[in-house]
Protein backbone atom coordinates (compact mmCIF):
# COMPACT_ATOMS: atom_id res chain seq x y z
CA UNK A 1 0.00 0.00 0.00
CA UNK A 2 1.39 2.92 -1.40
CA UNK A 3 1.04 7.19 -0.64
CA UNK A 4 2.77 7.12 -4.25
CA UNK A 5 6.00 8.95 -2.61
CA UNK A 6 8.56 6.19 -2.11
CA UNK A 7 11.57 8.30 -1.03
CA UNK A 8 12.69 8.07 2.36
CA UNK A 9 13.12 11.55 3.26
CA UNK A 10 10.91 14.67 1.35
CA UNK A 11 11.90 18.27 0.82
CA UNK A 12 8.97 20.60 1.64
CA UNK A 13 8.86 23.06 -1.44
CA UNK A 14 9.38 26.56 0.13
CA UNK A 15 6.44 28.75 -0.88
CA UNK A 16 6.24 32.31 0.72
CA UNK A 17 3.60 33.60 -0.69
CA UNK A 18 -0.22 33.54 0.71
CA UNK A 19 -1.56 30.18 0.04
CA UNK A 20 -4.55 30.74 -2.06
CA UNK A 21 -6.74 27.18 -3.57
CA UNK A 22 -9.72 25.43 -3.35
CA UNK A 23 -9.26 22.07 -2.44
CA UNK A 24 -11.29 19.22 -2.69
CA UNK A 25 -9.68 16.72 -0.23
CA UNK A 26 -10.25 12.82 -0.11
CA UNK A 27 -13.56 11.17 1.17
CA UNK A 28 -13.49 11.02 5.56
CA UNK A 29 -11.37 7.67 6.77
CA UNK A 30 -14.15 7.75 9.75
CA UNK A 31 -16.55 7.94 7.90
CA UNK A 32 -15.60 5.20 5.43
CA UNK A 33 -14.66 2.51 7.94
CA UNK A 34 -18.26 3.27 10.04
CA UNK A 35 -19.98 3.03 6.33
CA UNK A 36 -18.37 -0.44 5.47
CA UNK A 37 -19.04 -2.29 8.47
CA UNK A 38 -23.06 -1.04 8.39
CA UNK A 39 -23.37 -1.72 4.53
CA UNK A 40 -22.29 -5.21 5.22
CA UNK A 41 -24.56 -6.00 7.95
CA UNK A 42 -27.68 -4.45 5.99
CA UNK A 43 -29.51 -6.76 3.96
CA UNK A 44 -29.07 -5.30 -0.48
CA UNK A 45 -26.46 -3.32 -2.00
CA UNK A 46 -24.88 -0.24 -0.59
CA UNK A 47 -22.83 2.03 -2.47
CA UNK A 48 -20.18 4.14 -1.36
CA UNK A 49 -19.29 7.27 -2.79
CA UNK A 50 -16.43 9.15 -2.40
CA UNK A 51 -15.15 6.49 -0.47
CA UNK A 52 -11.59 6.82 0.92
CA UNK A 53 -8.54 4.43 -0.81
CA UNK A 54 -6.02 4.62 1.78
CA UNK A 55 -4.12 2.04 3.81
CA UNK A 56 -6.77 2.25 6.48
CA UNK A 57 -9.75 1.60 4.75
CA UNK A 58 -8.13 -1.32 2.36
CA UNK A 59 -7.38 -3.11 5.41
CA UNK A 60 -11.11 -2.84 6.37
CA UNK A 61 -12.12 -4.06 3.36
CA UNK A 62 -9.72 -6.69 2.69
CA UNK A 63 -10.90 -7.84 6.26
CA UNK A 64 -14.98 -7.95 5.17
CA UNK A 65 -13.73 -9.99 2.37
CA UNK A 66 -11.45 -12.70 3.96
CA UNK A 67 -15.27 -12.44 6.12
CA UNK A 68 -17.11 -14.06 3.03
CA UNK A 69 -18.64 -10.36 1.97
CA UNK A 70 -18.73 -9.12 -1.85
CA UNK A 71 -17.08 -6.12 -1.89
CA UNK A 72 -16.24 -4.17 -5.29
CA UNK A 73 -14.02 -1.58 -5.42
CA UNK A 74 -13.66 1.22 -8.33
CA UNK A 75 -10.43 3.60 -6.79
CA UNK A 76 -10.89 5.87 -9.75
CA UNK A 77 -14.33 6.43 -9.19
CA UNK A 78 -13.86 6.36 -5.17
CA UNK A 79 -16.55 4.21 -5.34
CA UNK A 80 -16.94 0.70 -2.89
CA UNK A 81 -19.95 -1.55 -3.33
CA UNK A 82 -21.30 -3.50 -0.43
CA UNK A 83 -23.16 -6.56 -1.10
CA UNK A 84 -24.39 -7.14 2.09
CA UNK A 85 -25.74 -9.81 4.01
CA UNK A 86 -26.05 -9.76 7.49
CA UNK A 87 -24.34 -11.85 10.03
CA UNK A 88 -24.76 -15.04 7.81
CA UNK A 89 -21.01 -14.54 6.39
CA UNK A 90 -19.53 -14.75 10.41
CA UNK A 91 -19.33 -18.66 10.58
CA UNK A 92 -15.94 -19.82 10.56
CA UNK A 93 -15.68 -22.78 12.75
CA UNK A 94 -11.99 -23.19 11.47
CA UNK A 95 -10.24 -19.92 12.22
CA UNK A 96 -10.09 -17.31 10.73
CA UNK A 97 -7.02 -14.59 11.49
CA UNK A 98 -7.72 -10.70 10.48
CA UNK A 99 -4.47 -8.76 9.56
CA UNK A 100 -5.65 -5.04 10.17
CA UNK A 101 -1.80 -3.08 10.03
CA UNK A 102 -1.67 0.23 11.96
CA UNK A 103 -5.80 1.04 11.87
CA UNK A 104 -7.42 1.65 15.10
CA UNK A 105 -10.24 1.97 13.96
CA UNK A 106 -10.16 -1.98 12.22
CA UNK A 107 -9.17 -3.26 15.14
CA UNK A 108 -11.67 -1.64 17.43
CA UNK A 109 -14.74 -2.29 14.75
CA UNK A 110 -13.90 -5.85 13.91
CA UNK A 111 -13.83 -7.12 17.51
CA UNK A 112 -17.53 -6.48 18.36
CA UNK A 113 -18.38 -7.24 14.58
CA UNK A 114 -17.05 -10.61 14.85
CA UNK A 115 -18.38 -11.30 17.90
CA UNK A 116 -22.12 -11.23 16.14
CA UNK A 117 -21.35 -14.31 14.19
CA UNK A 118 -19.95 -18.03 15.24
CA UNK A 119 -16.05 -19.20 14.89
CA UNK A 120 -12.81 -18.68 15.74
CA UNK A 121 -10.91 -15.29 15.13
CA UNK A 122 -7.76 -13.57 15.67
CA UNK A 123 -6.82 -9.85 15.11
CA UNK A 124 -3.44 -8.66 14.93
CA UNK A 125 -2.00 -5.91 13.55
CA UNK A 126 1.82 -4.28 13.05
CA UNK A 127 4.11 -3.79 16.08
CA UNK A 128 3.06 -0.29 17.07
CA UNK A 129 -1.04 -2.01 16.98
CA UNK A 130 0.22 -4.28 19.55
CA UNK A 131 1.11 -1.32 21.47
CA UNK A 132 -2.64 0.16 21.46
CA UNK A 133 -4.65 -0.83 24.42
CA UNK A 134 -8.19 -2.56 23.67
CA UNK A 135 -9.03 -3.28 26.66
CA UNK A 136 -11.86 -1.42 27.56
CA UNK A 137 -13.83 -2.69 24.87
CA UNK A 138 -12.99 -6.33 25.61
CA UNK A 139 -14.59 -6.30 29.14
CA UNK A 140 -17.74 -4.58 27.96
CA UNK A 141 -17.93 -7.09 25.48
CA UNK A 142 -17.21 -10.05 27.60
CA UNK A 143 -20.31 -8.10 29.58
CA UNK A 144 -21.84 -9.03 26.82
CA UNK A 145 -20.82 -13.04 27.04
CA UNK A 146 -18.35 -13.03 24.41
CA UNK A 147 -15.36 -14.95 24.79
CA UNK A 148 -12.63 -12.37 23.75
CA UNK A 149 -9.08 -12.33 24.76
CA UNK A 150 -5.73 -10.48 24.44
CA UNK A 151 -3.29 -13.10 23.25
CA UNK A 152 -0.07 -11.87 24.78
CA UNK A 153 -2.23 -10.45 28.38
CA UNK A 154 -0.74 -6.82 27.56
CA UNK A 155 -4.49 -5.27 26.90
CA UNK A 156 -3.49 -5.02 23.52
CA UNK A 157 -3.79 -7.07 19.81
CA UNK A 158 -3.47 -9.86 19.38
CA UNK A 159 -7.28 -10.47 20.05
CA UNK A 160 -8.69 -14.17 20.20
CA UNK A 161 -12.08 -14.39 19.94
CA UNK A 162 -14.39 -17.57 20.38
CA UNK A 163 -17.45 -15.89 18.86
CA UNK A 164 -20.82 -17.02 19.32
CA UNK A 165 -23.08 -13.67 18.95
CA UNK A 166 -23.76 -10.94 21.45
CA UNK A 167 -26.44 -12.00 23.97
CA UNK A 168 -27.16 -8.15 25.08
CA UNK A 169 -27.75 -6.71 28.07
CA UNK A 170 -25.80 -3.83 30.03
CA UNK A 171 -22.16 -2.77 30.28
CA UNK A 172 -20.32 0.09 31.77
CA UNK A 173 -17.32 1.50 29.79
CA UNK A 174 -14.81 3.92 30.59
CA UNK A 175 -14.93 7.19 28.23
CA UNK A 176 -11.30 8.24 28.97
CA UNK A 177 -9.42 6.06 26.49
CA UNK A 178 -10.89 6.06 23.14
CA UNK A 179 -14.21 7.05 21.93
CA UNK A 180 -13.92 4.25 18.89
CA UNK A 181 -14.40 1.51 21.84
CA UNK A 182 -17.88 2.88 22.49
CA UNK A 183 -18.53 3.33 18.45
CA UNK A 184 -17.47 0.07 17.67
CA UNK A 185 -19.76 -1.48 20.03
CA UNK A 186 -22.65 0.58 19.10
CA UNK A 187 -22.09 -0.33 15.51
CA UNK A 188 -22.38 -4.10 15.89
CA UNK A 189 -25.30 -3.69 18.74
CA UNK A 190 -28.14 -3.93 16.65
CA UNK A 191 -27.32 -7.36 15.50
CA UNK A 192 -27.27 -8.81 19.29
CA UNK A 193 -29.79 -11.11 20.48
CA UNK A 194 -31.75 -8.94 22.71
CA UNK A 195 -30.92 -5.18 23.54
CA UNK A 196 -27.98 -3.77 24.58
CA UNK A 197 -27.02 -0.47 26.56
CA UNK A 198 -24.04 1.14 26.89
CA UNK A 199 -23.06 2.87 29.64
CA UNK A 200 -20.26 4.97 29.40
CA UNK A 201 -18.32 5.83 32.46
CA UNK A 202 -16.27 9.68 33.56
CA UNK A 203 -16.30 11.88 30.41
CA UNK A 204 -16.28 10.99 26.70
CA UNK A 205 -13.19 11.51 24.95
CA UNK A 206 -13.20 12.65 21.70
CA UNK A 207 -17.34 12.68 22.06
CA UNK A 208 -18.37 13.88 18.55
CA UNK A 209 -16.61 10.78 17.39
CA UNK A 210 -19.51 8.92 18.80
CA UNK A 211 -22.17 11.72 17.77
CA UNK A 212 -20.65 11.04 14.46
CA UNK A 213 -21.45 7.15 14.75
CA UNK A 214 -24.88 7.76 16.21
CA UNK A 215 -26.04 10.08 13.24
CA UNK A 216 -24.76 7.33 10.92
CA UNK A 217 -26.45 4.31 12.09
CA UNK A 218 -29.72 7.00 11.73
CA UNK A 219 -28.79 7.46 8.41
CA UNK A 220 -28.78 3.22 7.92
CA UNK A 221 -32.11 3.10 9.76
CA UNK A 222 -31.46 2.52 13.55
CA UNK A 223 -32.20 4.61 15.70
CA UNK A 224 -30.45 4.52 19.50
CA UNK A 225 -32.24 6.15 22.40
CA UNK A 226 -29.07 8.58 24.09
CA UNK A 227 -29.77 9.69 27.80
CA UNK A 228 -26.87 11.38 29.44
CA UNK A 229 -24.00 8.98 28.62
CA UNK A 230 -26.32 5.79 28.98
CA UNK A 231 -26.98 3.98 25.22
CA UNK A 232 -29.49 1.94 24.06
CA UNK A 233 -29.77 -0.02 21.38
CA UNK A 234 -32.76 -2.48 20.29
CA UNK A 235 -32.47 -5.14 18.28
CA UNK A 236 -32.79 -3.89 14.35
CA UNK A 237 -31.09 -4.18 10.58
CA UNK A 238 -29.60 -1.17 8.65
CA UNK A 239 -31.14 -0.21 5.37
CA UNK A 240 -28.88 -0.42 2.48
CA UNK A 241 -28.60 2.46 0.40
CA UNK A 242 -26.91 4.99 -2.16
CA UNK A 243 -24.08 6.87 0.65
CA UNK A 244 -22.15 10.03 0.03
CA UNK A 245 -19.21 10.09 1.65
CA UNK A 246 -17.74 13.55 2.88
CA UNK A 247 -14.06 15.00 2.29
CA UNK A 248 -11.88 14.22 5.22
CA UNK A 249 -12.34 17.34 7.94
CA UNK A 250 -8.67 15.91 9.59
CA UNK A 251 -7.05 16.18 6.31
CA UNK A 252 -9.16 19.60 5.49
CA UNK A 253 -7.13 20.62 8.47
CA UNK A 254 -3.61 21.32 6.91
CA UNK A 255 -4.56 23.00 3.92
CA UNK A 256 -6.49 25.53 6.75
CA UNK A 257 -3.37 25.83 8.48
CA UNK A 258 -0.96 26.49 5.19
CA UNK A 259 -3.85 29.56 4.67
CA UNK A 260 -3.56 30.37 8.35
CA UNK A 261 0.31 31.12 8.67
CA UNK A 262 0.47 32.44 5.13
CA UNK A 263 -2.06 35.02 5.18
CA UNK A 264 -3.66 32.89 2.01
CA UNK A 265 -7.37 31.79 1.47
CA UNK A 266 -8.08 28.38 0.84
CA UNK A 267 -12.14 26.88 0.23
CA UNK A 268 -12.83 22.99 0.94
CA UNK A 269 -14.81 21.89 -1.06
CA UNK A 270 -17.03 19.44 -0.18
CA UNK A 271 -17.68 20.42 3.53
CA UNK A 272 -19.92 22.94 5.51
CA UNK A 273 -21.42 23.76 8.56
CA UNK A 274 -23.64 20.37 8.92
CA UNK A 275 -20.76 18.36 8.23
CA UNK A 276 -20.63 14.67 10.67
CA UNK A 277 -16.88 15.60 11.53
CA UNK A 278 -16.12 17.35 15.08
CA UNK A 279 -12.65 17.90 13.30
CA UNK A 280 -14.47 20.70 11.28
CA UNK A 281 -14.63 22.83 14.54
CA UNK A 282 -10.91 23.34 13.91
CA UNK A 283 -11.73 26.53 11.96
CA UNK A 284 -13.33 27.98 14.80
CA UNK A 285 -9.70 27.29 16.61
CA UNK A 286 -8.03 28.99 13.86
CA UNK A 287 -10.91 31.87 14.47
CA UNK A 288 -9.73 32.58 17.66
CA UNK A 289 -6.35 32.45 16.03
CA UNK A 290 -7.12 35.47 14.11
CA UNK A 291 -9.09 34.50 11.22
CA UNK A 292 -11.76 34.82 8.82
CA UNK A 293 -14.15 31.94 8.10
CA UNK A 294 -16.99 32.23 5.29
CA UNK A 295 -19.40 29.33 4.68
CA UNK A 296 -21.29 27.84 2.08
CA UNK A 297 -23.85 25.25 1.47
CA UNK A 298 -21.10 22.97 0.69
CA UNK A 299 -17.94 24.59 1.37
CA UNK A 300 -15.68 25.97 3.56
CA UNK A 301 -13.50 29.13 3.22
CA UNK A 302 -10.92 30.15 5.47
CA UNK A 303 -9.08 33.48 5.10
CA UNK A 304 -5.60 34.11 7.71
CA UNK A 305 -4.68 37.37 9.12
CA UNK A 306 -1.98 39.52 7.34
CA UNK A 307 -0.84 40.90 10.55
CA UNK A 308 -0.07 37.02 11.63
CA UNK A 309 -1.58 34.52 14.48
CA UNK A 310 -2.69 35.43 17.40
CA UNK A 311 -1.75 32.65 20.53
CA UNK A 312 -4.30 30.65 22.11
CA UNK A 313 -4.72 28.07 25.04
CA UNK A 314 -7.32 25.64 23.55
CA UNK A 315 -8.47 22.13 24.94
CA UNK A 316 -8.53 19.58 22.45
CA UNK A 317 -10.47 17.16 24.08
CA UNK A 318 -13.22 16.78 21.45
CA UNK A 319 -10.69 17.05 18.22
CA UNK A 320 -7.30 15.69 19.75
CA UNK A 321 -6.28 14.63 16.09
CA UNK A 322 -5.90 18.43 15.38
CA UNK A 323 -3.20 18.66 17.98
CA UNK A 324 -0.57 17.82 15.22
CA UNK A 325 -1.58 20.06 13.20
CA UNK A 326 -1.51 23.26 15.77
CA UNK A 327 1.16 22.41 17.24
CA UNK A 328 2.96 22.42 13.95
CA UNK A 329 1.93 25.92 13.19
CA UNK A 330 2.20 27.48 16.71
CA UNK A 331 5.73 28.63 16.15
CA UNK A 332 4.20 31.30 13.42
CA UNK A 333 1.87 32.74 15.65
CA UNK A 334 2.76 35.87 17.84
CA UNK A 335 2.16 34.31 21.26
CA UNK A 336 2.40 31.40 23.39
CA UNK A 337 0.11 28.40 22.22
CA UNK A 338 -0.90 25.90 24.95
CA UNK A 339 -2.76 22.55 23.93
CA UNK A 340 -4.71 21.19 26.89
CA UNK A 341 -6.23 17.99 27.64
CA UNK A 342 -5.03 15.36 25.26
CA UNK A 343 -3.50 12.76 27.12
CA UNK A 344 -5.32 10.27 25.28
CA UNK A 345 -2.92 11.30 22.23
CA UNK A 346 -0.25 9.35 23.74
CA UNK A 347 -1.47 5.95 22.82
CA UNK A 348 -2.05 6.95 19.12
CA UNK A 349 -0.05 5.69 15.98
CA UNK A 350 3.18 7.47 18.28
CA UNK A 351 2.81 9.40 21.56
CA UNK A 352 1.86 12.31 19.48
CA UNK A 353 2.64 14.66 22.37
CA UNK A 354 6.21 13.54 22.52
CA UNK A 355 6.74 13.08 19.07
CA UNK A 356 5.33 16.89 18.75
CA UNK A 357 7.55 18.72 21.60
CA UNK A 358 10.43 16.72 19.70
CA UNK A 359 10.46 17.89 16.69
CA UNK A 360 9.53 21.12 17.48
CA UNK A 361 12.72 21.37 19.54
CA UNK A 362 14.62 20.17 16.74
CA UNK A 363 13.29 23.26 14.55
CA UNK A 364 14.63 25.57 17.35
CA UNK A 365 11.38 26.03 19.11
CA UNK A 366 10.93 26.68 23.36
CA UNK A 367 8.27 24.05 23.81
CA UNK A 368 7.35 22.62 27.53
CA UNK A 369 5.74 19.70 27.84
CA UNK A 370 3.07 18.29 30.25
CA UNK A 371 1.11 15.07 30.83
CA UNK A 372 -1.82 16.38 28.83
CA UNK A 373 -0.12 18.66 26.40
CA UNK A 374 2.14 21.19 25.39
CA UNK A 375 3.13 24.76 25.19
CA UNK A 376 4.70 26.26 22.47
CA UNK A 377 6.73 29.82 22.37
CA UNK A 378 6.55 32.20 19.44
CA UNK A 379 9.58 31.40 17.01
CA UNK A 380 11.01 34.01 14.65
CA UNK A 381 13.50 32.40 13.09
CA UNK A 382 12.99 28.45 13.03
CA UNK A 383 15.85 26.44 12.04
CA UNK A 384 16.70 25.38 8.41
CA UNK A 385 17.40 22.08 6.69
CA UNK A 386 15.92 19.90 9.26
CA UNK A 387 14.24 16.50 9.25
CA UNK A 388 11.38 16.06 10.62
CA UNK A 389 11.32 12.47 11.87
CA UNK A 390 7.44 11.25 11.60
CA UNK A 391 7.56 7.72 13.66
CA UNK A 392 5.55 6.21 11.12
CA UNK A 393 2.46 8.55 11.74
CA UNK A 394 0.37 9.82 9.00
CA UNK A 395 -0.26 13.20 11.25
CA UNK A 396 3.07 13.79 12.02
CA UNK A 397 3.94 14.11 8.34
CA UNK A 398 1.25 15.94 6.80
CA UNK A 399 1.63 18.81 9.94
CA UNK A 400 5.23 19.51 9.88
CA UNK A 401 4.92 19.47 6.09
CA UNK A 402 2.79 22.70 7.06
CA UNK A 403 5.68 24.25 8.75
CA UNK A 404 7.81 23.32 5.89
CA UNK A 405 6.11 25.40 3.82
CA UNK A 406 7.77 28.75 5.68
CA UNK A 407 10.95 27.21 6.56
CA UNK A 408 13.90 26.44 4.16
CA UNK A 409 15.02 23.17 3.09
CA UNK A 410 12.86 21.62 5.83
CA UNK A 411 12.19 16.99 4.95
CA UNK A 412 9.55 14.81 6.21
CA UNK A 413 11.15 11.35 6.90
CA UNK A 414 9.41 8.36 5.20
CA UNK A 415 6.12 10.47 3.76
CA UNK A 416 4.69 7.23 2.45
CA UNK A 417 3.70 6.95 6.05
CA UNK A 418 0.70 9.16 4.93
CA UNK A 419 -0.90 6.23 3.01
CA UNK A 420 -2.51 5.57 6.35
CA UNK A 421 -5.30 7.86 5.56
CA UNK A 422 -4.58 10.74 2.76
CA UNK A 423 -2.11 8.57 0.11
CA UNK A 424 -2.15 11.37 -2.05
CA UNK A 425 -1.20 14.04 0.15
CA UNK A 426 2.36 15.58 -0.93
CA UNK A 427 1.14 15.63 -4.48
CA UNK A 428 -2.18 17.81 -3.47
CA UNK A 429 -0.28 19.93 -1.67
CA UNK A 430 2.79 20.72 -4.59
CA UNK A 431 -0.11 21.30 -6.89
CA UNK A 432 -1.46 23.78 -4.01
CA UNK A 433 1.87 25.57 -3.88
CA UNK A 434 2.28 25.67 -7.82
CA UNK A 435 -1.24 27.17 -8.22
CA UNK A 436 -0.37 29.68 -4.92
CA UNK A 437 2.54 30.88 -6.73
CA UNK A 438 1.07 31.27 -9.89
CA UNK A 439 -1.66 33.41 -8.54
CA UNK A 440 1.02 35.55 -6.47
CA UNK A 441 2.59 36.28 -10.16
CA UNK A 442 0.10 37.27 -11.55
CA UNK A 443 -0.83 39.89 -8.76
CA UNK A 444 2.47 41.23 -9.32
Not at 178 to 189: D, E, H, K, N
Not at 351 to 378: S, Y
Amino acid sequence: MSSGFETTVYEVPMCLAPIVASVRVPGSKSITNRALPMAALANGTTRLRGALFSDDSRYFIQSLRRLGYQVDTDEEAKEVVVYGAGINPLHHTHGLDLFIGNSGTSARFLSAFVSLGEGRYRIDGVQRMRERPIAALLTALRGLHVRIDDELGTGCPPILIEANGITGGTVEMSGKDSSQFVSGLLLAAPYAKTAVSIVVQGELVSAPYVEMTLAMMRQFGVEVNQVGHVFHVSPGNYIAQDYAIEPDASGASYFLAAAAISGGTVKIVGLSKQSLQGDTHFVQVLANMGCRIDYGQDWIELSGPKEGLTGIDVDLFDMSDMVPTLAAIAPFAHGKVRIRNVANIRMKETDRIRACVTELHRLGVTVVEFDDGLEIEPCERLREGVTIHTYDDHRMAMAFAITGLRVPGTRIENPGCTAKTYPEFFSQLESVINQSKKISTSVK
